[in-house]
């Protein structure tokens, strides 16, 4: 297995602000590592408002479900991850170490379970202990404290090279509040599957359905924009808290999402959520490039959604960049497989600046020598323009390595 | 690039019968690669019917675009395959080269250019210099015979590790017919892009229209059910020549594809289409496993169809194949990403014979020393029982090893 930090990660974890309402701690449950921290118990404060967004899996963790019905009420106390195990494909047994990973932080939070939210990543298929939980969140609810943000997202990583973390301010109605985040990468471990999760919290004092709304909306051009390996998780879940205590400092609190008060911190969430989401992909399993893929001119939106991640998914095109080879064919072969309106004849594609393709043939000014020297870049945009109409879209990924298929291989031997 | 026999490779070439009314002849045009046969002439006699099926991509070769048209007619008297350059995304000078190779074609054969078909594989975007097959197609027409079938098989390949050909007899009405078919893989050479061509020929008096029906049902289960990495081709061609020179042994002309007498023709030509198609997949990039996803028990065949897809695309459950890692857990995740009904507590999986997971969580008498051991076998059979409906559907695959990188990402080092 690579534990390599990935050549892609930022140069340091943020230094971020404490979130007013917000105090965490974390141990080391003994789930399924050694010598590290595999639980986070975050305490939030009364009155703090919450919405989420979760895998579209058909087959999705026992947390998922809970977390679903909890988030209901708009409402939460608590927030408890636990990395090394996903709770997910587990049946009944699943729904009923939810059950009691929620009471028992409930008693220690002294809150009712169904404010408790949950997410776990690690292990398909393996019952989770929830029993280890007994003494070690009452011991978190204890220590917990406005500390640094690397330690929570330290104890949710499992195959992840770096803790991934991103914080904004905003002003609403002239009162600054504060965002941070933080996330763990989509990593597969053999034989295991981990998860996508992220946690963003906000003392800004936000209706519950107007979260909602920001986060359903923020996600379609971040996290729903990435793919590392087109593998869709059973546990993806994104959450967004704001205790309101800015409320206290005289910050007005948002009923509407059409709140025109609303834009400046809606604009600082979408930059946050962008930041953790190409955070996620710089920490794909074996990346040695990131990749944007950016798709224009195509017939609608949603159409140049799906030539994006025909692209992006694309074995071809991944390998192709790994190699740093300007393969605009496997591009054009990929844009002809995502069955959406294309004119061979009007399609231009792009490595960076470099135009290599034109109606349909190759550019005649495209010089090799030029578009191979970009492509020894760690950042590559493809660029596709389909000459067809105003939609547009991007995706990031990243390269298709033979690490990659190390790490998940398992190789035995 | 990996040249050595694919370990899943069949013992031999088979031993292929003449087909009555067929002959052809291969040459070194020099398109691309030296020292080996890069051009297919096939003659057919006068009468010859035929029919195609080819890639779904929108972005399909110059060749496709000509066999489209001509094939509207019925009839063909010759076939040209050219390896090395796939003239597609070549504009109008592919269009150009096209009519020229036909035109070529058609005074070595002494028929009309519109009855001759063509297919071409190997580069994408370069421009195919048709001058070449100036006198080489006039000498193959002169030298065509009923040879051997592994010379037009070979001289098609371009990445493939071994030639590939099936054959068949069958019989209508009493009178024994013959059919013959090769095909060359869906291999990817960095940094170029191969094609999945397929040619079948017969002695039997089938009309046009007839044949047609014949493919179009036949490739659902066999070539359009695999799939190496997704990546659909710009130029995947399969096409089915009847000669009727079987009609002076006394075989009836078959003018309704639901004429009762074509059965056994049609269960001998649909054994060789999947005989093909495995020849294929088991040729696929760094293959070292032959995979086969059974999915039942899906509300219907077409839903049991793209979860099928879902798990032999699944890069995580390909790589776990070449780990021989028996891991159930990613096929859930393949399936719960699919978007089809499915239960997760009535899901069951399974291993060959090993049921590993049963009502939405792992077999109780799951014993992993035999599922461990079953998974250094060649071919692994996954199996998904969904437990919903009737819809089952079948797809192969192979795994995903770091050699189908190393091809196709050309580390340049």
Redesign the interface.
């Known amino acids: 297995m690579a534990t390599a930090i990935s050549p892609l990660a930022p140069a340091s974890f943020p230094d971020m602000p404490v979130i007013d309402g917000v105090t965490f701690s974390t141990a080391a449950a003994g789930i399924r590592y050694k010598n590290r921290t595999d639980v986070l118990l975050v305490a939030l404060a009364k009155g703090t408002t919450a919405a989420g967004v979760f ?6 963790s026992a947390p998922v479900d809970w977390c679903r019905k909890a988030l209901q009420g708009g409402k939460a106390r608590g927030l408890v991850v636990n990395s090394g195990n996903a709770n ?7 729904a009923q170490a939810v059950k009691l990973t929620a009471e028992i932080a409930a008693r220690a939070l002294g809150c009712r379970p169904g404010e408790i939210v949950l997410a776990s990543t690690g ?4 019952p989770l202990d929830a029993t280890k939980f007994e003494g070690v969140l009452d011991d978190c609810a204890r220590r917990a404290s406005a500390g640094s943000w690397s330690e929570p997202a330290k104890a949710i990583m499992t195959t992840d090279t770096y803790p991934k973390g991103a914080c904004a301010k905003a002003t609403i109605d002239g009162v600054e509040v504060n965002i941070a985040g933080i996330a763990k990468g989509a990593g ?1 471990i ?4 981990a998860t996508m999760l992220s946690f963003v919290f906000t003392d800004a004092p936000i209706a519950a359905d107007v979260l909602q709304a920001l986060l359903a909306r923020g996600v379609k051009t971040s996290f729903n924009a990435i793919t590392v ?6 546990s993806d879940t994104l959450m967004l808290f704001a205790t309101g205590q800015a409320a206290k400092r005289g910050c007005p609190t948002i009923e509407s999402a059409s709140d025109r008060r609303l834009a400046g911190f809606r604009k600082a969430l979408d930059a946050l959520l962008l930041d953790l989401a190409h955070q996620v992909v710089k920490d794909g399993e074996g990346a040695r490039h990131f990749v944007t893929v950016r798709v224009e001119g195509a017939v609608s939106a949603a159409s140049a959604k799906r030539i994006a991640k025909s692209i992006a ?4 095109v991944k ?2 960049v ?9 591009v ?14 009007r ?1 231009a594609i792009s490595f960076g600046p470099h135009r290599v ?1 034109v ?4 550019d005649p000014s495209y010089d090799e020598a030029q578009v191979s020297a970009y492509m020894k870049g760690q950042d590559i945009e493809i660029g596709v323009d389909l000459g067809l109409g105003r939609g547009a879209f991007t995706v990031w990924t990243c390269d ?3 690490e ?3 790490i ?5 031997s």
């Open positions: 895998t579209r899996s058909k087959c999705p997910a494909f587990t049946g009944k047994t699943g292990v398909i298929g393996e597969m053999a034989p295991d599957m390996d087109s593998d869709t998780s059973t998914d694309s074995p071809l390998t192709a790994a190699g740093e080879d300007a393969n605009w064919g496997r054009v072969a990929a844009v002809g497989k995502a069955g959406e309106p294309a004119d061979r004849d399609l393709a109606k349909g043939a190759r298709l390595t033979k990659y298929v190390e998940n291989g398992d190789y035995r």
